[in-house]
């Protein structure tokens, strides 16, 4: 497969490079202060201390270094079809222009992550900066301890006046900007979620949820199902009335996976979370409940009225979407707005549902996945063997400055763009404007990253309005129950390595045992059994450890 079918890259970066003096991102004020008294963040890109010289050099703003960087699975879907790695992505192509530093992209394969980054760590063969640093077994100050990390603290106080300031902007981004020990955690994405030219941090809305044919509702006379019950009905409705190969997907890439229950869908409507959560202070795991069994048990009755795709254990994502395209799918579990947008011009209406109540007696959902202030496998560390912190820092530091997140949100300005709407968002040429925006996600700009990050202006979807209800709608109930989410805890490496153990063992059983009640190869008057199982694997030891990580993370 060519990896462009639109104009190729070598073109994009000459294009870029005659543009460049005519169409910088830069020159605009970086933000606005916090209403709570947080600080304002810096009016012009920061240079540094040798930044100058580079410049007169002609080694770009920050100077001509060379860095290995090693990134833990921001990189995939579509863009992986286009290009081979970052070295090829736009925004970081004129980055490199702009400040002369070249980087080394290392991508482990999809799906390979945590397995390379424990050779990695095992062998210490270190880049100089790691993204993904958060994974580090006892977090970021374990990493420090080691000897793999850096404290970062003075060198980002000193070189990264940007980031500086956003992690102090208000109390609760610098309780997740630190460890427990007071120690800087790296470089992380950080959320602002405002039109214009307001720049200051501010949470992204829920971006995910359950997905059902909403032509078919209509035909059928159906509003869009919000408790378990009317689900139920709709669900048996579209089996009779359409019989589609697929009439409700649950499980794409592993049932805990990214499309499926670990995002809380159905399994919340039973008054519990589906991994950790927390009433009180108190931690608990869904699975291990005894309110998990009436999840099993409504979704063993599903599958046995086949109303839940009978291939569901070895369902990939891909597949799901493609029986979408050719109407053979009547619900997904768990999606975002790319999907109902993807199917459009298949005439197919995937319509956005709220997270279920069981019925219309019970209150509302108490679990949704929340969207942190940083956002987590973006983290990214300076590790020990990088001959050039302060270099490093610098570099990091100017994906946080006015003209970084303007490249870093929309690409480069005269190759994807050239003028802004009255929201501030870019108008994006026709190769890059959807439907081509969501293939080329990582070609032109930056999804994931650790930057200032403003999805509502970047991503086209955002105004789209019949698309974006459902995540205002998605939003309302995360808001209305974010009090249940484990905010971003750090374990120690002692707590780390025990939980570690104890948890291996509790999901693979959860795993195995969820598909098999499911399919009724266990009956579930062995629930109870299972329960004993859980208990013996000592869940309620990662329990209380996260118990204790929690309270110091509520001490920071």
């Known amino acids: 497969m060519k990896k462009l079918s639109f104009p190729m890259i070598g073109c994009m970066l000459a294009l870029i490079v005659v543009l460049s003096a005519c169409a910088q991102a830069g020159g605009g004020a970086g933000g606005t202060a916090g209403t709570d008294g947080g600080a304002a963040a810096p009016a012009a890109p920061a240079a540094g201390n040798d930044a100058a010289a580079g410049a007169e050099a002609g080694e770009g703003t920050i100077g001509n270094y060379h860095f290995t960087k090693w990134v833990w699975g921001q990189f995939g879907g579509p863009s992986r079809q286009r290009i081979s790695d970052f070295s090829e992505n736009l925004a970081y192509m004129e980055k490199e222009r702009i400040t002369g530093v070249t980087i080394e992209w290392l991508h482990p394969p999809l799906g390979q992550e945590a397995e390379q980054f424990s050779l990695m760590m095992a062998a210490l063969d270190l880049p100089d900066i790691l993204q993904g640093a958060n994974h580090y ?3 970021f100050q374990a990493g420090i301890n080691d000897g793999v990390f850096i404290r970062l603290n003075e060198l980002i106080e000193e070189h990264a006046p940007y980031y500086y300031s956003l992690i102090n902007f208000n109390a609760d981004i610098r309780r997740e900007a630190f460890t427990d020990q007071g120690y800087i955690q790296g470089f992380g994405m950080i959320n602002s979620e405002h039109f214009g030219d307001d720049w200051t941090p501010a949470r992204e809305n829920y971006w995910a949820g ?3 044919r909403g032509d078919w509702l209509e035909e059928l006379g159906l509003s869009v199902p919000e408790t378990i019950d009317e689900w139920t009905t709709a669900l048996k409705a579209i089996r009779d009335t359409f019989d589609p190969e697929i009439v409700l997907s649950i499980q794409e ?18 008054g519990i979370g589906p991994y950790w959560y927390q009433v009180d202070g108190t931690v608990k795991w869904g699975p291990a ?4 069994r009436g999840f099993l048990e409504l979704f063993h009755y599903w599958y046995s009225e086949g109303l839940i795709d009978p291939e569901f254990s070895a369902r990939h994502a891909d597949d799901v979407v493609a029986a979408a395209m050719r109407g053979e799918l009547g619900a997904r579990q768990h999606s975002g707005t790319a999907f109902p947008l993807q199917l459009e011009p298949e005439g197919v209406l995937m319509v956005g549902a709220p997270y279920p109540r069981l019925n219309a007696a019970s209150g509302p959902v108490q679990f949704v996945s929340r969207n942190n202030w940083i956002t987590g496998d973006a983290w990214t560390a300076i590790t020990s063997v990088n001959a050039h912190p302060e270099a490093a820092v610098r570099w990091m530091d100017w994906n946080y400055s006015y003209e970084g997140l303007q490249l870093l949100n929309f690409g480069p300005r005269g190759v994807t763009f ?3 709407n009255e929201l501030g968002a870019p108008i994006y040429f026709e190769e890059w404007a959807p439907p081509n925006w969501d293939l080329n996600n990582d070609v032109f700009r930056i999804h994931n990253g650790p930057y200032l990050k403003s999805d509502l202006r970047a991503n086209p979807r955002r105004t789209m309005m019949h698309l974006e209800r459902f995540r205002q709608m998605w939003n309302e109930q995360m808001q209305a129950s974010s009090h249940w989410n484990l905010p971003p805890i750090t374990l120690t490496a002692e707590e780390g390595a025990e939980s570690a153990t104890i948890m291996a063992d509790a999901n693979a059983f959860r795993d195995e045992m969820v598909i098999r009640f499911i399919i009724g190869d266990v009956p579930l008057s062995e629930f109870d059994n299972y329960l004993a199982t859980m208990e013996s694997f000592n869940v309620q030891r990662a329990a209380d450890i996260r118990e204790a990580a929690l309270q110091r993370f509520l001490e920071r």
Do not use: C, K, L, S
């Open 210 to 212: 359950p997905f059902i």
């Open 418 to 420: 050239d003028e802004f």
């Open 289 to 292: 409940q005894p309110e998990f």
């Open 137 to 139: 077994r006892g977090g």
């Open 253 to 270: 890439d592993g049932f805990y996976g990214r499309h499926t229950a670990a995002h809380g869908a159905f399994v919340t409507a039973f």
